[in-house]
């Protein structure tokens, strides 16, 4: 099943409202967005030229701190890669650790692999193509660098979708990209709270990526994404202080849901996994207080949350647990 946070209308439906009167917890984007810029009208007139998506990649590359040699192309969200990379190799046996983002899985079913879904590590070894979102979503599990990049002679291509990664980069294997059978999906949407901008990037050896660029086409992005991600990415003043506090009000979401009875799962700065011991019942109280959650089809008491943004929304997300 492709089921998915963010969906609000689902929420309004069943409860009533407006988006106006919601807080949506659904998914791990960030309340606090970048502060959008006036953009110059070219950004909205004018197709993006190829210094336009030069300057849009290069400040990802020193963003993200790829090398010079890796490839590195943009998208319409890491979602448009997910559809783009099973499309790279005749298709065979897929592995994919879970429980996951379920758009991997599915994407690769559309293109006739083979999927498994495996629970470690281990179990990803000799696939011909290998998946892990790191940090995982929606428990938060991450691995050790070095023991990510110790699959790769194993499988035939490893897949990192690294949409979670930004408030901790020391996770991340991008100084490692431009490695041959090794692709890093990174989102911008939601670090940076502009999932609406719809950008996202692939990272990997040039002739791998070189097929993602032709497949996505000649723009592949907007003008008004090229110029706020290359503004955003290259403000990393904002990038650090953003970091610090999501890894504080992710504790502080913690203990609003110890207090409300339920057990911290996994996370990660983006979201938090709950057991809730009822997780119909938890949406359903948060959902009176006009606060959308996230649950999982597979699991009777999981229930996820990403983090709320100015005061007024923290206080109305404890009134809804009260």
Avoid at 26 to 41: D, K
Avoid at 80 to 100: D, F, K, N, W
Avoid at 165 to 194: M, N, Q, W
């Amino acid at each position: 099943m492709r089921d998915h946070g963010g969906n609000l209308d689902a929420a309004m439906a069943a409860y009533g409202g407006d988006p106006r009167e919601w807080i949506d917890l659904s998914t791990g984007i960030n309340r606090r967005p970048w502060p959008l810029p006036e953009l110059p009208a070219r950004a909205w007139t004018d197709l993006p030229t190829r210094a336009d998506m030069a300057r849009l990649t290069e400040a990802a590359r020193l963003a993200y701190g790829a090398p010079a040699e890796a490839g590195i192309v943009a998208l319409a969200g890491a979602q448009a890669a997910i559809q783009l990379y099973p499309r790279l190799a005749r298709p065979g046996l897929a592995r994919v650790l879970a429980p996951t983002y379920n758009e991997h899985a599915a994407s690769l079913r559309a293109e006739d692999w083979r999927v498994e879904e495996v629970a470690g590590l281990e179990g990803l070894a000799g696939a011909d193509l290998a998946v892990l979102v790191h940090p995982n979503n929606p428990d938060g599990r991450t691995y050790a660098p070095e023991a990510l990049l110790a699959l790769l002679p194993r499988v035939g291509r490893l897949i990192v979708d690294e949409s979670f990664v930004d408030p901790a980069p020391e996770l991340s294997l991008s100084p490692h990209a431009g490695t041959k059978g090794l692709i890093l999906l990174r989102s911008f949407g939601k670090f940076y709270g502009l999932a609406g901008v719809r950008l996202g990037f692939a990272l990997g050896h040039p002739e791998e990526t070189a097929p993602l660029a032709a497949l996505s086409g000649p723009w592949p992005v907007s003008g008004a994404a090229v110029e706020i991600g290359a503004r955003a990415l290259a403000d990393a003043a904002w990038r650090r202080a953003t970091s610090a506090r999501l890894a504080a009000e992710a504790l502080r979401l913690d203990g609003i849901a110890q207090a409300a009875g339920w057990g911290l799962l996994g996370g990660a700065a983006l979201f938090r996994l709950y057991e809730t011991g009822d997780a119909a019942e938890a949406q359903d109280r948060l959902a009176r207080g006009r606060v959308w959650s996230r649950r999982f089809p597979w699991s009777q008491g999981w229930l996820r949350l990403g983090l709320p943004g100015d005061e007024e929304e923290w206080s109305r997300l404890a009134a809804a647990l009260r």
